[in-house]
């Protein structure tokens, strides 16, 4: 009885399996259902995980002809479920959640429609701040698909008006691909590959390249590596001076390559890089969705210190040990162990999200290992990806926690003298490892600043040395015995101060002018060394709304009505993020 139960319960279970997954699979990224949410051609200049600096790109950056003030429309039925306003970053951004479980992302916007503008004005009074978000109910504003939500601007960290355009999953706030969505972006343009790396990764890792025109030899040992150029002859994409690569013990791969797509020049990110070794996989990254707490490992998706001394993405085709980021397979993490006497046919296959691809072929021939070396590795102090690290010296402690770096790296840090320079410097200068090695998580650095006067303690903070003495800020505060940062970069610091307070210019505005044509107040301010900490502009005694731009380091209060004709003073207080504070009134006329 209970074994018929169990087969009856099966053959339930396979139907409905074949019910699922079989013949009413649906596409999960159906095309007709998010519209272009602008009423423009769809061109490009940024594509979704394209490379950027410290991260990958979440969305679609399109174009919108150098111009502001482009309907923006819901891409699908909805409910903004989201409003956000910042002086940085996504600047004005609208979230609008569609029942099909994704969320689509509009960012950059020069402003609101209504009722959303007048809600969020509202709001800002309430708060008494610029920067405000807020999350609407789902009935509070419903959208439906092409209702125009907001017109495209330039707003936040944004480099030219364009709209920044994203879907996320809601469930897991993963941006994908909108690509795959189809929208009408024309892409018939295979992806264009430049040129490839290999590295010798072994401890006693030997590279040799032949050149096809002087015959002669380029050798590189353990922990080098040397681009080989790629160039395009008969419809093929071949090796153009080196015709022949031989090695010995591990090595490693990693490709220059960027998408395009029709009517637009910008670079853009590929979707699949595939490596073959004699026909089997040995690295595969695909990017169709990621998560925003793991788009730091673009620094060691890609060769950082490449991008550091020459601008050029190198895509590792191998995966440092603490790369967590969850777009690889592989086999050996991608690394090529090289056997004497054996040969390696590989092939780079590069694709993009339309499908279109490009790719190449070498060989790598096994050579005989070279003696080891005999002398004893001198004794140097390793952090590891996988362990914390903590380093006391007598003028500056160090404390990393695990993940800071993506490969163990030799570590000997040093306090020497500090260099001149225009700000005033309290301490030695503590020298961490070098700025062209990426660091992940955060570590600790205290510095010791005996010669800091008691009456600047709250005035101290870390600075980064750059060439020639300049010191950028690089945060902290005194803790009693030094200065303590929490830094992501490694290079060289010291203990500085930061006395100064912003400056504030006004711009359209003098003492008893009359405003009454002018339709808006606007400062200009700037800060020599920590930055902006906090704003605060009123009229006569209250509070009014100034927009901040921070990439213009510009302040604007709009006349909307508010204020009677006749006289008024508006005061406005700055402060740095060193509690030096400027304020200026001015008395106008409306
Ligand atoms: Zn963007």
Request: net charge negative; hydrophobic share 35%.
């Amino acid at each position: 009885m209970e074994s018929h139960d169990t087969m009856w319960k099966q053959a339930v279970l396979a139907f409905v399996a074949l019910f699922l997954f079989g013949s009413a699979n649906p596409d999960p990224y159906p095309d007709d259902y998010f519209d272009s949410p602008l009423r423009i051609p769809l061109l490009l200049s940024g594509s979704f995980a394209e490379m950027r600096s410290n991260h990958f790109h979440g969305g679609l950056d399109i174009k919108t002809q150098g111009h502001s003030g482009y309907g923006v429309h819901a891409a699908a039925e909805g409910w903004i479920s989201r409003i956000a306003v910042a002086s940085g970053g996504y600047g004005n951004a609208l979230y609008v959640s569609h029942p099909n479980g994704y969320m689509t992302v509009y960012v950059h916007l020069d402003r609101f429609a209504e009722p959303i503008a007048s809600y969020i004005k509202a709001l800002q009074y309430e708060q008494e701040t610029f920067e405000v978000q807020s999350f609407p109910g789902k009935d509070q504003f419903p959208v439906a698909k092409g209702q125009q939500i907001a017109w495209s601007g330039n707003s936040g960290s944004s480099a030219g008006p364009h709209l920044h355009f994203e879907v996320r999953d809601e469930q897991t706030s993963e941006p994908v691909n909108p690509a795959l969505w189809g929208f009408d972006i024309t892409d018939t343009t295979p992806p264009r590959i430049y040129r490839f790396k290999v590295y010798a990764k072994g401890p006693d890792s030997i590279i040799r390249l032949r050149d096809k025109v002087s015959g002669g030899w380029r050798t590189l040992g353990p922990g080098e590596d040397a681009f080989i150029e790629l160039i395009r002859r008969n419809g093929s994409i071949v090796l153009q001076r080196v015709d022949r690569i031989e090695a010995s013990g591990t090595v490693a791969f990693g490709v220059q390559t960027h998408d395009f797509h029709e009517g637009s020049n910008n670079l853009l990110g590929q979707y699949r890089i595939d490596l073959e070794v004699d026909g089997e996989t040995l690295f595969h990254s695909e990017l169709e969705r990621f998560s925003f707490n793991q788009t730091r490992f673009l620094n060691a998706h890609v060769d950082y210190a490449e991008r550091r001394s020459s601008g050029r993405w190198v895509q590792r085709s191998h995966v440092l040990p603490g790369n967590e980021f969850p777009i690889y397979e592989s086999r050996n993490g991608g690394l090529l162990d090289v056997m004497e006497g054996q040969s390696y046919d590989l092939r780079y296959i590069i694709e993009d999200v339309f499908g279109n691809t490009s790719g190449f072929s070498f060989e790598v021939h096994g050579i005989a290992s070279p003696d080891p070396a005999l002398s004893d590795p001198p004794e140097v102090h390793i952090m590891r990806h996988d362990e914390p690290f903590t380093w006391r010296g007598s003028s500056f402690t160090l404390r990393a926690p695990e993940g800071t770096v993506y490969d163990q790296i030799t570590l000997d840090p040093v306090s020497v003298p500090s260099p001149a320079s225009s700000r005033p410097i309290y301490s030695e200068m503590v020298r961490i490892h070098q700025a062209d090695e990426p660091v992940h998580n955060r570590y600790q650095l205290t510095i010791r600043a005996d010669s800091l006067p008691a009456d600047l303690r709250e005035k101290a903070t870390l600075g980064m040395v750059g060439s020639r003495g300049t010191l950028s800020w690089a945060g902290g505060e005194w803790d009693g015995w030094g200065v303590t940062s929490r830094l992501r970069s490694f290079g060289d610091f010291v203990v500085t101060t930061d006395t100064e307070p912003p400056s504030i210019r006004p711009l359209n505005l003098s003492s008893g002018k009359d405003m009454s044509r002018s339709g808006e107040i606007r400062f200009r301010i700037r800060d020599d060394f920590s930055g902006i900490g906090h704003f605060r502009g009123s009229i006569n005694g209250d509070w009014v709304l100034f927009e901040y731009d921070a990439k213009y380091a510009l302040l604007r209060h709009r006349f909307d009505g508010r204020l009677a004709p006749g006289s008024h003073e508006v005061r406005l207080e700055v402060s740095d993020n060193k509690g030096n504070v400027s304020d200026v009134v001015i008395p106008f006329r409306l």
